[in-house]
């Protein structure tokens, strides 16, 4: 059977739709436009500030690289020879915190702010670009400041962090007075060098030890213990401080961060309520495989693999954009979630076993000409990692017919395989991006973040080689302006009976398991008896079990990144109005939270309130909260007269048709090959109840047919 990559499940929200409410998860939708992004008035962030137009668009976010400029192996890549249209926003790579002041600085002074490039030609497009001499500062930043005049449209953001200069965030997240230092300061060069806002990319706010660069961990691992919750205070401080600015300054300024997509880094991440406070989230849904180890595997599979060997003993694989996806939706909306995309590889030699050399073994990363994107170590010597821009691989396969490209269905993104030289690079290429073009539309996500622009590729046909070019880049602008804004959703149900009751849902994550105490306290001035407890969670985790009371029941959500969890509480056991009561039980892989409480089916007030303020600071227009009691305005008239009295021969507009054809005959011959105990993964076919279902994605006792989200296609 062939496996299909493409996961064709309906569009859960119309286009072209009034706002309006659905029933089940009661997602929001904004009214669309007939064709194309919109731009549309929105509402406010959390600080008031009013929103862009286009602030919901699917964006091409694209990190440009300041080091580049002077390395013949990155070809001299510089701020004007990016491909300015083809992104909606420019990530500007990287500033930095100063050890000591605490303050947002240039990593490179020199060429970002003080050289004039004595010399040196810049062009973009043909056309010549020269220096602005009355900015007072010179380098990059001044180029930028030319380049976003031809590009108004263009978002652009500084972006500090990374893998080589979070070290000092460390320090910044010492106290909340380093933290108002930064962000003042933020504010200040923003305003100086022209940039739209600032992109965080702190690797990593773990308490997971030595996640993160190894260089770091002097400063890092003394600090670990709290760092989510200093992480969160910093993200809000931060929002204020641009809020204001933003007020000040009559211009919107944006604030992100790249997040890390690893299970591993997110064990220890026990804080995400920073979400709230960005404008999109950028999963670096890449590096789930590299040279630190010996598992030959994509780095960057869209889906997770079960046959993935380094994941083979965990409850569910975890290594791909779809398992990370599914966990950040537990604390924030699609609408914000951007997927990443390497435009580099990596890679190892001396690769054993596997199947064209996925899924084998090596300790070898690959060097030299299979690694001309090396870093240095202390010593000066080059780290091995197959790591390469895209460009550069095309063209050891033009020179050499031993380096060959394989597809892989089930993570749906190529990798190249030299079985000579037992050499296996990871790979993107046109098909894999419209894979991740088709997710993007399908699960409602903000776009892409791409690291690192560089690496996309053209064929030179002069110099009959692949150079930099916007391949890549050019499939995602084009068919993501082409496609309806992201819409507004909600998670939590606004169309049903609230309840005046609390949830407080804690726990203790001892990886891969999560022991939660869940307290109930009642507030509705009854007591009650056998109860049920329902919320959704993200199916990034498993539900284990429940201490006491009836067994879970396990549902698919309307929302194909949940599933919804009812729990029974014992039924010898009373909870009078203002009692709480303790439910204990275990969650394999829960990091996220849970969600869209209801006790007895009612919705908690708290909760409804909290989602309704939120989605009317947004802009969008909300149902009224159902009303337990409502009084009848219009009671029933004990004689009425009817106004459209009953015909004794009505015509029929729409008469039975006596033979109608069934689309989904069930054939009863057929008999049941669905295990309700087995792993299933995307293109397995099985048949329940006389029908026949294909699998979308892995799965494991999601019954065909509960429901039109979840991972059976009926065929």
């Known amino acids: 059977m062939k496996r299909m990559c493409r996961r064709a499940?309906?569009?859960?929200?119309?286009a072209a739709i009034a706002v309006s409410c659905f029933a089940g998860m009661g997602r929001v939708a904004r009214a669309e436009g007939t064709e194309g992004q919109t731009v549309s008035a929105t509402g406010e962030n959390a600080f008031g500030v009013t929103l862009p137009g286009n602030y919901y668009n699917r964006k091409v976010v694209g990190y440009f690289p300041n080091y580049a400029i002077n390395s013949e192996s990155h070809k001299y890549f510089d701020i004007t020879q990016l491909q300015w249209d083809k992104l909606t926003h420019v990530q500007y790579a990287f500033a930095m915190a100063d050890a000591n002041t605490f303050e947002l600085v240039p990593s490179d002074p020199e060429n970002d702010v003080e050289s004039k490039f004595e010399g040196r030609e810049f062009y973009h497009k043909g056309q010549k670009i020269e220096m602005d001499e009355t900015l007072g500062y010179y380098g990059q930043f001044n180029l930028m400041h030319t380049m976003r005049k031809m590009y108004p449209d263009?978002?652009?953001?500084?972006?500090?962090?990374?893998?080589?200069?979070s070290q000092t965030l460390w320090l910044v997240m010492d106290s909340e007075a380093n933290m108002i230092k930064f962000a003042d300061s933020a504010v200040d060069f923003i305003r100086k060098y022209g940039f739209d806002g600032i992109d965080i990319d702190f690797e990593y706010p773990s308490e997971t030890s030595q996640s993160g660069n190894p260089n770091d961990f002097s400063i890092s691992e003394t600090r670990r213990k709290g760092i989510g919750d200093r992480y969160a205070q910093f993200i809000k401080i931060m929002s204020e401080k641009l809020s204001k600015a933003s007020k000040e300054d009559g211009k919107y300024y944006w604030l992100t961060s790249a997040v890390t997509a690893s299970s591993w880094v997110l064990g220890g991440q026990n804080n995400s309520e920073f979400l709230d406070y960005l404008d999109f989230v950028s999963i670096m849904s890449y590096d789930y495989h590299g040279g630190w180890n010996e598992f030959v595997e994509n780095q960057a599979n869209i889906?997770?693999?079960?046959?993935?060997?380094?994941t083979a003993s965990m409850a569910q694989p975890t290594l791909g954009f779809d398992w990370s996806m599914n966990y950040y939706r537990g604390a924030v909306q699609s609408e914000k979630i951007l997927m990443g995309v390497p435009y580099y590889t990596r890679g190892w030699t001396n690769v054993q076993g596997g199947e064209n050399g996925l899924h084998g073994t090596s300790r070898t990363p690959a060097t030299g000409e299979e690694n001309i994107w090396h870093d240095l170590d202390a010593n000066g010597n080059e780290e091995a990692a197959g790591a390469n821009p895209l460009w550069h691989v095309l063209n050891l396969m033009e020179k050499d017919s031993n380096y060959k490209k394989y597809w892989d269905p089930v993570g749906c993104v190529p990798h190249v395989w030299n079985a000579e030289k037992r050499t296996f690079l990871t790979f993107e290429d046109e098909q894999s991006i419209q894979e991740r073009i088709n997710v993007v539309k399908e699960k409602n996500l903000g776009g892409?973040?791409?690291?690192?622009?560089?690496?996309?590729?053209?064929?030179?046909?002069?110099?009959q080689e692949y150079t930099v070019g916007d391949t890549l880049t050019t499939m995602l602008y084009d068919q993501f302006k082409q496609m309806d804004a992201a819409k507004i959703t909600s998670d939590v149900d606004l169309?049903?009976?609230v309840a005046d009751f609390d949830v407080d849902f804690t726990g203790k994550y001892d990886h891969p398991n999560y022991y939660y105490s869940i307290f109930v306290t009642n507030n509705?001035?009854?007591?009650?008896?056998a109860f049920t407890l329902s919320f959704d969670l993200p199916k990034s985790a498993i539900f284990q079990s429940t201490y006491g009371g009836g067994a879970p029941v396990i549902t698919e959500s309307a929302d194909p990144a949940f599933n919804t969890v009812t729990l029974s509480a014992p039924g010898w056991q009373t909870l009078n109005n203002g009692e709480t009561m303790k439910l204990e039980g275990a969650i394999k892989l829960n990091f996220a939270g849970v969600k869209n409480f209801k006790l007895n089916g009612k919705a908690m007030k708290s909760e409804v309130e909290a989602e309704r303020a939120r989605l009317q600071r947004l802009g969008v227009n909300v149902p009224d909260p159902v009303d337990p009691d409502p009084v009848d305005p219009d009671p029933v008239d004990p004689d009425p007269v009817d106004p459209d009295p009953v015909d004794p021969d009505p015509v029929d507009p729409d008469p039975v048709d006596p033979d109608p054809v069934d689309p989904?005959?069930?054939?009863?011959?057929?008999?049941?090959?669905?295990?309700?105990?087995?792993?299933?993964?995307k293109g397995d076919v099985v048949i329940y109840n006389g029908q026949t279902y294909v699998c979308k994605w892995w799965t494991k006792g999601e019954i065909p047919g509960s429901s039109e989200w979840g991972p059976w296609q009926l065929q």
């Open 9 to 14: 499940f309906a569009v859960f929200l119309s």
């Open 448 to 463: 892409v973040l791409i690291w690192v622009m560089h690496g996309d590729y053209d064929y030179d046909e002069e110099k």
């Open 303 to 310: 889906y997770a693999d079960p046959a993935d060997k380094e």
């Open 495 to 497: 169309d049903v009976e």
């Open 154 to 165: 263009v978002t652009v953001l500084v972006s500090t962090g990374g893998w080589g200069a």
């Open 664 to 681: 989904d005959p069930v054939d009863p011959d057929l008999e049941d090959t669905y295990d309700i105990n087995a792993v299933y993964v």
């Open 524 to 529: 509705t001035g009854e007591s009650l008896q």
